[in-house]
């Protein structure tokens, strides 16, 4: 069995832990605007140009600027892994989960400084920036104990005369294209997993959330992971991210962000180039317009709540929160009524308060786009809630949470990815229309049901195909190892990040048979080891 | 107290316990009374744990259900018989196959009625005059009581208004009711002189749609927004007021508030309120010593409630699922010990405070009671507390002892009483209660009334920590 433990979130019920969050967020803002440079091989790097990453909720403040790099530091950084790969690859599966669990003991002790980046780099507000500190803990653990348990469990099919074992092996290089909306969770899955399996890594982080990247490979390096092992890269998308997809010393390209720029990742890492001499292995995790079903009879307090929860937490600005909710017409009515006058008490300004539900998203551009969506959604949908101006804040990048009803299920505001606070409220006459409309996207990520049926409840648990279905709960907020985690259609290539399966992606198998007679002569036999993997 | 005392409180506990299971015994209903088949029923559902879960899970979504043909249609999935073993007259009104049609229809007619009536055993009236209605039936047969109006957490700022509507309603209608009552020496006499006749609980969750501990300050001065006006016509009309404990999240916050509120200059000498202290939480003693500390700064008493508490299977399930401290003892024993120990502070402090004990647990009852007899305390100085609908013999047991018996009434929507009624039915049907068992059992009396420090009987087990088949 494995032994992984979840780590435990911060309760911010407790006074004595909203102080230290608040202190630490103030110990954060002392030492901000520090420049921070690439690493490869072992070494900072510097282009002599640099980027600022802003707090989006109050965009005058730096919190930090990092060095701008571009293809070359992308070329290097590949070579640095590929070297840095022979020696890394040949420690044992202990030995490299070691270096994760001394990550993992790190966060731990800096949880509330790691927090308090997180605040102050994406606008999360405390509770969600603790609990995703919690999730790369977990990430690190759960990788240590899942290789260490593959390395001592192999597959065996030792037959008389003959040893066959299945091992596995890394891929090699993997460039790691992290997204900001979990940009310290997300990026420790990935490295985890890669540097774990005994691959080499370059990071491409969001080009919004490059400090917490920083931080979070300065405790791989003060964990001693070898140089070289982790090379960290900052740039545009186009320019690093889309190089390092295509380059030919590449061996692992995983990538998490938006669905256009996920297929664009995918098709350049599919072409072979020449001097090439492998298929690259591809991790793509884009998109989604997840959907939560109301029945006819459920507690509509307890269905709002968890609509809620799902749709605005982080300003909706997660791959699994909820973007349209397809309610009953027994219900209908009475829901949208809650929904509205619930809507009315979410807390909005900034993310320090850990009570703020919608702080700002995660710049100008986002909040414009948004906006964009909402302008166009307004001519096709009627609005069921819309904050009053009065109480957004005036600088920052705020946008208005809108829920609109009576959507058309084909139309954009249903269809799109918006990733921000905006709720379509779709009507269907009986069950069967509803899942006919929440399975209607191309996208198939999370996807939720209230009901008290026992019936429904189990044809959905059968028709509806999403990657992560939540029944009588909200839809975000997975815990690693309790609910792996990855959609399929365009929403990913159905990886689940949180099980076996995600580890396997960074690993080549190889099959070995050994004829164990020589000449007549046997080998003594050794206690079968019983496997799964 | 010391061991003497100590002894002689045990001692007397269980001659007052036996007293109390006699008297209990002859007062429990007869087959030609509904509560009797009521139990028989509740006995029948909870031998099969499968069963129960199935039926509490059905009457849990019941007033969400819309007509008579969708309740049947839930029947009939919740009581599917490749799930669970179906008890013939439950198999038979499951058989139809169409829930549209007569059959299915009066079947769903008939669950509705039968779970409304069981409801109503629990839930004292629709509406605040059935609710004073019954209380006053309660003063006639001596007992006082104290109303509550049902409904849990609100989620929008209307809802919260509805609520203290409602409360701002029955305060008016019971302060005015009130002043046409008789004084009852047995259950309106306190330490001091006469106790206020009307009495009201207050949950706070209701009177605020974000009620989060993350947010005390805002939280404060919502609640109060709504809560300060209620305690002002209250004090004036002279209604009691208690603020009733809820989950181990708001724990802190509801303490918080009480104290701060109850702390201002305006309300510091009104000796008419009550908090409660839970006995399954780790730091129950805790939390009465803080009070017991606090009341002395304030320089006015408050009343206390001691509980056990009904949140357990939430709690423990919750920590267990996240990892985090269980806040409630995981050993029936030990809350009960924890609850007698309270009881001594208590009793030794009612000079300071109102002591209230509410619990249907005899053991706890008699040693509240022999806790007092051994201090010298009259009953005028301490009173003994119930829900409705929960141990109806016993109560009649100790109104008969001469002791002040109050009676917790909730009332208002079934709907809004659905999770009461889920808390009560398990507390009814959990093999730890006292009141699955019985009061006729005379060879049982002496476990029963054993001290939980020696019984320590195996409780129910911890939820699991996983269920894991593969890695």
Redesign the interface.
């Known amino acids: 069995?494995?032994s992984f433990?979840?780590?435990?979130?911060t309760?911010?019920?407790?006074?004595a832990n909203?102080e230290r969050m608040a202190a630490a967020i103030k110990e954060c803002r002392a030492q901000m605007g520090r420049s921070h440079m690439m690493l490869i091989d072992g070494e900072p790097e510097e282009s002599g140009e640099w980027v600022d990453s802003r707090n989006p909720a109050h965009p005058h403040e730096v919190v930090g600027r990092v060095a701008r790099g571009d293809a070359l530091y992308a070329d290097k950084a590949v070579a640095a892994a590929a070297r840095a790969l022979a020696s890394w690859s040949s420690r044992s599966a202990g030995e490299r989960a070691e270096v994760l669990r001394r990550v993992a003991a790190l966060l731990e002790e800096q949880r509330f400084a790691f927090a308090a980046l997180l605040v102050l780099e994406v606008g999360k507000n405390p509770?969600q920036a603790d609990a995703e500190v919690t999730e790369a803990i977990d990430y690190c653990n759960y990788h240590a104990a899942?290789a260490e348990?593959m390395e001592n469990n192999r597959r065996r099919r030792n037959v008389p005369g003959e040893d066959n074992v299945l091992v596995y092996d890394p891929c090699g290089v993997c460039a790691l294209i992290s997204p900001w909306d979990f940009p310290l969770a997300l990026l420790a899955g990935m490295l985890s997993a890669a540097v774990v399996s005994g691959n080499c890594a370059v990071i491409k982080p969001a080009s919004n959330a490059p400090v917490v990247a920083t931080r979070l490979v300065d405790l791989f390096v003060a964990a001693d992971l070898p140089a070289g092992v982790a090379n960290l890269v900052f740039g545009e998308g186009q320019a690093v991210g889309m190089h390092l997809a295509e380059h030919p010393g590449v061996h692992l390209v995983a990538f998490c962000g938006s669905k256009d720029h996920g297929l664009d990742v995918r098709q350049a890492a599919a072409r072979v180039r020449p001097g090439q001499r492998h298929m690259k292995r591809i991790i793509i995790d884009a998109g989604a317009k997840n959907a939560i079903i109301i029945d006819?009879?459920?507690?509509?307090?307890e269905a709002?709540?968890g609509v809620m929860d799902s749709a605005f937490g982080f300003s909706g600005q997660k791959c699994t929160a909820c973007s349209r909710v397809i309610v009953l017409g027994?219900v209908y009515d009475r829901f949208c009524s809650?929904l509205a006058?619930?809507a009315?008490?979410m807390?909005i300004g900034d993310p320090c308060?850990?009570?703020v539900i919608i702080g700002p998203v995660i710049d100008d551009e986002a909040a414009q786009h948004i906006q964009a969506c909402v302008e166009e959604g307004k001519k096709h949908a009627e609005v069921l809630f819309e904050t009053n101006v009065a109480s957004m804040p005036e600088s920052g990048s705020y946008v208005r949470p809108v829920v609109f009803k009576d959507v058309d299920p084909g139309s954009d505001l249903a269809q799109e990815e918006i990733f921000g606070p905006v709720l379509s409220v779709i009507r269907a006459d009986d069950f069967d229309e509803a899942l006919v409309i929440a399975n209607d996207s191309m996208y198939a990520l999370t996807g939720g049901l209230y009901s008290?049926?026992?019936?429904n409840i189990e044809r959905c648990r059968r028709e509806f195909r999403v990657g992560n279905l939540y029944i009588n709960r909200r839809i975000t907020g997975s815990q690693v190892d309790?609910q792996p985690y990855g959609g399929s259609k365009l929403s990913g290539d159905g990886a689940r990040l949180g099980a076996?399966d995600y580890l396997l992606q960074y690993c080549v198998p190889r099959t070995i048979s050994e004829n164990t007679i020589r000449h007549g002569l046997t080998a003594v036999e050794e206690d079968p080891v019983e496997s799964?993997a | 107290m010391n061991e003497t005392q100590l002894q002689r409180a045990e001692a007397l506990c269980r001659e007052l316990g036996r007293g109390l299971f006699e008297r209990a015994h002859r007062a429990e209903p007869r087959f030609w009374q509904r509560a009797w088949w009521e139990q028989v029923l509740l006995d029948y559902v909870s031998a099969d744990p499968k069963l129960q879960t199935e039926l509490f899970r059905f009457v849990e979504a019941l007033p969400h259900m819309q007509g008579s043909a969708d309740i049947a249609s839930h029947l009939k999935q919740y009581l599917d018989p490749r799930k669970v073993n179906l008890p013939l007259p439950l198999r038979f009104a499951t058989l139809f196959d169409n829930p549209h049609s007569l059959f299915g229809r009066t079947v769903g007619g008939c669950t509705r009625w039968g779970s409304f009536m069981m409801a109503t055993s629990f839930i004292t009236g629709t509406n605040t005059q059935e609710a004073i209605g019954n209380a006053v039936r309660l003063r006639s047969r001596k007992m006082a009581f104290t109303l509550d109006v049902l409904g849990e957490a609100t989620i929008s700022e209307s809802q919260a208004d509805h609520a203290a509507d409602v409360y701002m309603e029955l305060i008016e209608s019971l302060g005015r009711a009130a002043r046409d009552w008789k004084y009852i020496e047995q259950i309106d006499a306190g330490r001091d002189g006469p106790m206020p006749m009307a009495n009201i609980s207050i949950k706070l969750s209701a009177l605020d749609p974000v009620f989060n501990p993350v947010d005390p300050e805002r939280v404060y001065a919502s609640v109060t927004s709504r809560l300060c006006p209620l305690l002002d016509r209250a004090r004036e009309l002279g209604v009691f007021v208690n603020i009733d404990m809820e989950a181990y999240r708001y724990r802190d916050m509801t303490l918080d508030l009480f104290k701060r509120l109850m702390f201002e200059p305006k309300y510091r000498d009104w000796p008419d309120v009550g908090i409660v202290v839970q006995a399954y939480l780790t730091d129950g003693e805790q939390d009465l010593l803080g009070l017991l500390e606090w009341v002395e700064r304030r320089g006015t008493e408050v009343a206390v409630r001691l509980v056990k508490g009904a949140y357990w299977d939430t709690e423990t399930t919750y920590a267990v699922r996240f990892n985090t401290r269980i806040p409630v003892w995981t050993q029936k024993w030990q809350s009960d010990a924890c609850y007698e120990k309270v009881v001594r502070i208590m009793l030794e402090n009612a000079n300071k405070i109102r002591p209230a004990f509410a619990s249907h647990n005899v053991r706890s009852l008699s040693y509240v009671m022999a806790v007092a007899d051994v201090l010298g305390l009259p009953a005028s100085h301490y009173e003994l507390q119930m829900l409705s609908g929960m141990g109806d013999p016993l109560k009649r047991a100790i109104a008969a002892s001469g002791r002040c018996l109050r009676i917790y009434c909730p009332y208002g929507d079934l709907l809004q009483g659905m999770a009461y009624l889920i808390r009560r039915l398990l507390e009814n049907t959990s093999n730890d209660s006292f009141l699955k068992q019985g009061f006729g059992d005379r060879a049982a009396y002496d476990r029963l009334l054993d001290n939980p420090e020696n019984a320590k009987p195996a409780s129910a087990p911890l939820p699991r920590r996983y269920y894991k088949d593969t890695f």
């Not at chain 1, 309760?11 to 006074?15: E, K, Q």
């Open positions: 069995m494995l433990q979840n780590a435990v979130n309760g911010f019920g407790s006074a909203r509770v899942l348990h006819h009879d459920v507690d509509v307090d709002v709540q027994g809650r006058q619930s009315e008490t807390k308060d850990p009570a008290r049926s026992p019936a309790v076996v799964i």
